[in-house]
């Protein structure tokens, strides 16, 4: 297994410093932010030294690494760890899955929750810079980017001959992984430890958290501190979900009642597996999606954009590409040489064999054994606390609803499909669930 790499942020002579070694070293406890930092230059690493200027407003740890896993550790899991900026020692402990699946955690830290993003203008051939992200999780939380299955981001697998991925085998992964990271950082042993995510990694969150309860209970070491679980606009069953799309769009004015209508009759609930010879509703449905054609998948209420046009807000997303394929930053977050061609934010080629058809059945067995869930509905357990607004000082941020068996299901007035489009809204939805406060 691979050493991995703690990255300290300081500001010293204009630049920010990173001392590239496994002893911790100690920051003045001065320190002062500039705002005028500029860019991200990163530099030749020398010796033990690498230099790196982040145009950050904070200061906060980084660590990166590789952990092993396998029989004979031949899936090289990489990750991202960030530490809290409020109290370390004591605040919870969290891993993120991004979704696809093959997407990299990396989305995650710099587009969600983390506490980084980049500064969105024209590419100019320079390494993209890097701007403090405001409303970070990591103010309140450790956070682990799991870069996961193998294959996605910067994790990739020693054996040409490996098993093809799958969400049954990731969870399995995920668990050896987290047990494996543990037993390297002993210090996080009795942090509240939950599993996180959203959209795809909606399935296999809840298939992780059993894998953890589970080697708790039966076999296996370092125990795992498992409080629950937290997963946003996810993916619960593909045929369940792809059928309440059309009825979202009516919803939100996207198509006109007539057609609505014309579907219910037409297609039966069903949009996405038609009858070959229900001609009717496949002219519907073509009728729909030429409807919703214009509109941001992910955000209903952006339009679809010219991605390449630095005014397009889908743009952004191309920084990371240019971000992480510089021989540069991959050599100053330690990437082993060789194991990554060109790394692309969604490995959309992974071929992951989706073997988990529906996460309830997961979702039940963790509510059972009396896991904290957020963003979570429809499994007709009793209702605690009714249908309510929650609020932001006096205005309407969402909307939540509290079930048995301690789970929360919650909105977010507004938001789109992962929590960057509403990131004051999402964290401190976030900030008051973690800590056990009323949404």
């Not at 500001?11 to 990173?18: A, D, E, P, R, V």
């Not at 103010?139 to 799991?146: D, G, M, Q």
């Not at 619960?236 to 979900?241: K, L, Q, S």
């Not at 006109?256 to 579907?263: A, Q, R, Y």
Request: aromatic share 12%; charged share 20%.
């Amino acid at each position: 297994m691979k050493a991995s790499q703690r990255i300290f942020i300081a500001k010293l002579s204009g630049i920010i410093w990173l001392q590239h070694r496994r002893d911790y070293m100690s920051l003045p406890d001065a320190f002062s932010c500039d705002p005028d930092l500029l860019g991200c230059l990163l530099m030749q690493a020398l010796s033990s030294n690498i230099f790196l200027a982040l145009r950050a407003l904070c200061l906060f740890e980084l660590e990166t690494g590789y952990i092993g896993v396998g029989e004979a550790e031949e899936d090289q899991m990489f990750y991202y760890f960030i530490k809290s900026k409020r109290n370390p020692e004591e605040d919870p402990l969290l891993v993120w899955l991004s979704g696809g699946p093959g997407c990299s955690s990396l989305t995650g830290l710099f587009y969600e929750n983390g506490p980084l993003a980049f500064n969105v203008e024209p590419y100019n051939g320079s390494i993209p810079s890097l701007v403090s992200a405001t409303y970070s999780w990591t103010k309140v939380a450790n956070i682990i980017y799991l870069d996961q299955p193998v294959g996605t981001g910067f994790s990739y697998s020693r054996n040409p001959f490996a098993d093809r991925p799958s969400d049954t085998r990731a969870a399995k992964r995920v668990n050896v992984f987290l047990r494996q990271w543990l037993d390297k950082h002993p210090e996080y042993f009795s942090n509240p430890f939950y599993v996180t995510g959203n959209s795809y990694s909606g399935k296999v969150v809840p298939a992780i958290v059993q894998e953890i309860s589970n080697g708790n209970y039966i076999c296996c070491k370092p125990q795992i501190n498992l409080q629950g679980y937290v997963i946003g606009n996810p993916i619960t069953n593909f045929d369940f979900d792809n059928k309440t799309r059309v009825p979202f769009a009516h919803g939100m004015a996207l198509i006109s009642d007539e057609l609505s209508e014309s579907m219910k009759r037409s297609c039966g609930g069903d949009y996405f597996h038609v009858d070959p010879l229900n001609t009717e509703c496949l002219k519907l449905v073509k009728d729909y999606k030429k409807s919703v054609s214009r509109v941001h998948e992910a955000n209903v209420l952006q339009s679809n954009c010219d991605k390449t046009s630095p005014d397009c807000y889908m743009y952004r997303y191309s920084l990371s590409e240019y971000w992480a394929n510089s021989d540069s930053v991959r050599s100053a977050l330690t990437v082993a040489k060789g194991t990554k061609g060109k790394w692309e934010q969604c490995n959309w080629s992974l071929n992951c064999k989706q073997d988990i058809q529906s996460s309830i059945s997961y979702h039940m067995n963790n509510s059972v054994k009396g896991y904290r869930s957020l963003i979570l509905r429809s499994l007709n357990f009793s209702i605690i606390e009714k249908w309510r607004p929650w609020m932001i000082q006096d205005k309407v941020a969402g909307y939540t609803q509290t079930y048995a068996n301690k789970m929360t299901y919650a909105t977010v007035k507004g938001g789109g499909h992962t929590p960057e489009y509403k990131p004051v809204e999402s964290f401190i939805l976030f900030e008051r669930w973690i800590s056990g406060q009323t949404l």
